[in-house]
């Protein structure tokens, strides 16, 4: 079993900042990218960022305030600084991960929400 488990969500003002982190555990054998993804109330789930080895990209509607990040194999960060309220969603993790059984699977976490309100 694969899973990712998110944490760092919260509420935060306008211009604020959090830091999301997700930790990937299990039969792993490799992970090819990792990434985040956010959903908004009524909205469609959308790629914020993704990183594989040492290339990232972001949606333009992030770019310049979030930073996503790796710092081992299994684990992903997302640095958002200078949130707005329209950043507000549930935010997924999400990997394509290869077990130690050869299968290849696209992996979910279970989501952390973050606010931006004053």
């Known amino acids: 079993q694969v899973q990712l488990v ?3 969500g919260g509420l935060v003002q306008p211009g604020g900042s959090l830091r999301l982190s997700c930790a990937a555990s299990g039969s792993i054998f490799s992970i090819n990218f990792m990434g985040w993804y956010r959903q908004a109330p009524g ?3 959308e790629l914020v960022a993704r990183i594989l080895g040492g290339n990232t990209n972001y949606a333009d509607s992030v770019k310049g305030r979030f930073t996503i990040s790796r710092d081992n194999a299994k684990k992903v960060y997302l640095q958002m600084n200078n949130l707005k309220p329209e950043d507000t969603a549930v935010y997924y993790c999400n990997a394509r991960i290869r077990t130690i059984s050869e299968r290849w699977l696209e992996v979910w976490g279970q989501g ?4 931006v309100s004053s």
């Open 43 to 45: 909205k469609e789930r």
């Open 112 to 115: 952390t929400r973050v606010t």
């Open 6 to 8: 998110e944490s760092g």
